[in-house]
């Protein structure tokens, strides 16, 4: 269903497709206009969901991990409680004219528009953009690149993306570019260029008047803040800055060991970088347009606790947020099924109400030798079942009920105090029975007095997993190394640690000053990954090691990370 169409004010068909006449021509729109600023364009969308690596795969929809995007997968989005939705689009592949006119398939152009009315009919907000066009050729940091070329086909394409969506209700807002690299202040300017050429393309049916959210170099907060150029004063767009936000890095994307978050120096970082950006821009509206702890890699009160805290930090200073998703991490499309729903009602709680969530406690300090975490309950496999305390960050509720593994719980089964709360060994003895075997023995749902969010405890009973096979000789033909693994437990990798058989570290060696956790770790899917029966070697590994020309020790790391809780891998040359 179309809600808006598009009057051409003259025959396209009778032009020639090139011809920058064309583009002079204003489209007049059947459909009405209710201006919005982008103050409340803004805070109406918060928080926002990304579908990712759909229409911006490469070369085309559906070509990645995700099907054509559907309506039920809108619906699902909102009924989350989400209210808005980035949809990121590639044009790389689908231009059929080069210069000067940069023709983009009238086809694509289409299904652009009607995933866009698919997400205006879902009643969600809009932002959408070009996205990995960034890197495929409009990349203004590459040696020799033609910067003439670059603004020509930029601006040619907005124009034919902003005639196609010209009719849009307001509800519909647009992003010149997704993550544009920039290393340099140079570099910052020539992104400026492309927020101006951006604006100047807007000029068909409503477009004048519809909100846009600008980008500074790479859409990072402190980039932005230091080389984004406010637009001319008589530009008619109203306008946001939008910035992603990936930080702490090695956190977020499981490198080199560290599973922890959550230290005053992690917290003043998330704060420090969220309001440099805020203070120079005290009166812009401000929005992270991708965010994620992905459920995939981050452990989950880590992960629960971070994204509480980035979520209520942007709050507090008025910037909205949007979760990326690319199809693998937050939202399962294929069942309509959020692989950590507690996330996402600690994201939507957080950025509409504000409300406060208790949230279980873990291991904060990165110098620690061993991570606790209050998202389970650990037991191993043969020791005596006692009573366990979990801290638990309360902050002024009270446990109301905790429902699961068998109806509900007791006063015999637990009781609180203000800092923890105490599983009594009556209660775990009927799930780590003497005879139980390692794995998951029972979820647990913690409800409070206050707060949005019920809170899971899982309750797991874990041994030492182990390989199919210890050892192998590196051989670079043959891809990704899988090595079948019976896992005795949570069926995940926390970190892998990576040395030569002389004990020297093979990878970022300067992770030798890092704590005990962190030392000689490597990259969650630069070295390792895993899946439900394999951890895995990456074919970039395999390479490394037999470059080092010494065999390596890889050592895959648990949950609880715990002396002993380690298999080794060597891989010979
Ligand atoms: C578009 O709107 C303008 C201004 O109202 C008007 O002059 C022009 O005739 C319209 N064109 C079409 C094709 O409706
Ligand atoms: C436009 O895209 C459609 C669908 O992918 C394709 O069938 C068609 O050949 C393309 N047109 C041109 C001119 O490349
Ligand atoms: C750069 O691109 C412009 C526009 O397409 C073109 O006119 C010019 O010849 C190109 N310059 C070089 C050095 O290729
Ligand atoms: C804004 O002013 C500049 C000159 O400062 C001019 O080049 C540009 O066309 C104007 N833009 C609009 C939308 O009026
Ligand atoms: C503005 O941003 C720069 C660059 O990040 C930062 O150094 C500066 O502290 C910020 N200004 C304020 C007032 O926060
Ligand atoms: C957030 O916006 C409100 C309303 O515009 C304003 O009163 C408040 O001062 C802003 N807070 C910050 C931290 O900018
Ligand atoms: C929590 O429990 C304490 C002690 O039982 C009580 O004093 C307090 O009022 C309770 N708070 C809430 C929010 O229920
Ligand atoms: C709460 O109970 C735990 C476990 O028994 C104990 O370690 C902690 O000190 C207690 N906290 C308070 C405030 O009494
Ligand atoms: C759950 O309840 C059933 C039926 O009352 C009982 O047989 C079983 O032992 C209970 N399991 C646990 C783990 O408490
Ligand atoms: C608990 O939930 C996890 C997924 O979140 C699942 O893998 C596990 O099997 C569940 N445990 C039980 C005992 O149902
Ligand atoms: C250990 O082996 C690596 C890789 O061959 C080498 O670079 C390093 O110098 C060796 N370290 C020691 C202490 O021998
Ligand atoms: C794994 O190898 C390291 C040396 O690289 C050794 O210190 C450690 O004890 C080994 N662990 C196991 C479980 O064999």
């Known amino acids: 269903m179309t809600p808006y169409t598009v009057v051409l004010a003259t025959l396209v068909s009778s032009l020639s497709l090139v011809s920058a006449s064309r583009w002079q021509v204003p489209v007049n729109c059947s459909t009405p206009f209710t201006p919005i600023t982008a103050a409340d364009f803004v ?15 490469i070369p085309d929809e559906g ?9 039920d997968v809108l619906a699902t989005i909102k009924r989350a409680g989400f209210r808005s939705v980035r949809i990121p689009v590639t044009y790389a592949d689908h231009y059929v004219l080069a210069s000067p006119g940069w023709q983009i398939n009238s086809t694509w152009l289409e299904r652009v528009r009607d995933v866009v009315d698919m997400a205006t009919d879902a009643g969600l907000l809009v932002v959408t953009n070009m996205h990995h066009d960034s890197w495929r050729w409009a990349d203004v940091t590459q040696a020799g690149a033609n910067q003439t070329e670059i603004d020509e086909k930029f ?19 647009f ?41 500074g170099g790479g859409e990072d907060a402190v980039k932005t803040a230091e080389w984004f150029e406010r637009p001319p004063t008589n530009t008619t767009n109203p306008w946001a800055i ?4 990936y930080s702490p890095y090695n956190f977020i994307f499981g490198a080199w060991g560290k599973t922890i978050w959550g230290s005053n120096e992690d917290k003043t970082a998330i704060v420090s970088d969220l309001s440099a950006l805020h203070n120079n821009f005290t009166d812009v509206p401000l929005l992270i347009g991708e965010f994620s702890a992905s459920p995939t890699n981050c452990e989950a009160s880590a992960r629960w606790r971070y994204t509480d805290f980035l979520v209520r930090t942007a709050r507090s200073l008025n910037t909205s947020v949007m979760l990326w998703d690319n199809g693998a991490d937050n939202l399962d499309r294929t069942v309509g099924r959020w692989r950590d729903q507690t996330s996402v009602s600690l994201i939507v709680g957080a950025s509409t109400t504000g409300v406060v969530n208790s949230l279980p406690g873990g291991t904060t300090d990165d110098s620690a030798s061993s991570q606790w975490t209050s998202a389970y309950v650990f037991q191993r ?36 105090n203000s800092t923890h709360l105490l599983l009594s060994d009556t209660f775990l003895s009927r799930h780590f029975t003497p005879s139980a075997k390692a794995g998951s023995k029972a979820n647990l749902t913690i409800s409070f007095s206050g707060g949005a969010v019920p ?53 970022d060696t300067w992770t030798q000053y890092l704590g ?58």
């Open 175 to 215: 992003e010149p570019i997704n993550e544009p690299p920039a290393t340099t202040a140079e570099h910052g300017k020539r992104i400026n260029d492309l927020n101006r050429l951006f604006l100047e393309a807007l000029v068909d049916g409503h477009n004048p008047r519809r909100v846009v959210t600008l980008v």
């Open 155 to 173: 601006a040619a394409s907005w124009r034919q993306i902003g005639r196609t969506l010209a009719c849009a209700p307001s509800t519909v807002a």
């Open 63 to 71: 070509s990645w991990n995700n099907a054509k995007v559907t309506p």
């Open 242 to 245: 939008q910035f992603h936000y």
């Open 381 to 416: 496999v043969g020791s005596p079942t006692t009573s366990q305390a979990l801290p638990y960050l309360f902050y002024g509720n009270n446990i109301t009920s905790i429902a699961g593994g068998n109806g509900t719980l007791s006063s015999q089964d637990y009781t609180t």
């Open 43 to 57: 805070q109406r969308l918060n928080p926002g969901w990304n579908l990712g690596n759909t229409l911006d795969a």
């Open 516 to 573: 005990p956790l962190q030392q000689q770790r490597a990259t969650y899917s630069n070295q390792w990954n895993f899946d439900t029966g394999h951890v895995i070697i990456t074919a970039d590994a395999v390479k490394t090691v037999v470059a080092s020309g010494q065999p390596a020790v890889f050592t895959f790391e648990f949950y609880p990370r715990t002396p002993g809780n380690a298999v080794n891998y060597t891989l010979a040359v």
């Open 455 to 507: 809170i899971p405890l899982q309750l797991v009973l874990w041994d030492t997993p182990t390989l199919g096979q210890t050892t192998s000789v590196a051989n670079t033909s043959t891809g990704d190394l899988s090595i079948p693994v019976t896992y005795r437990g949570l069926p995940t990798v926390a970190a892998v640690r990576l040395t030569s058989l002389n004990g020297t570290g093979l990878v």
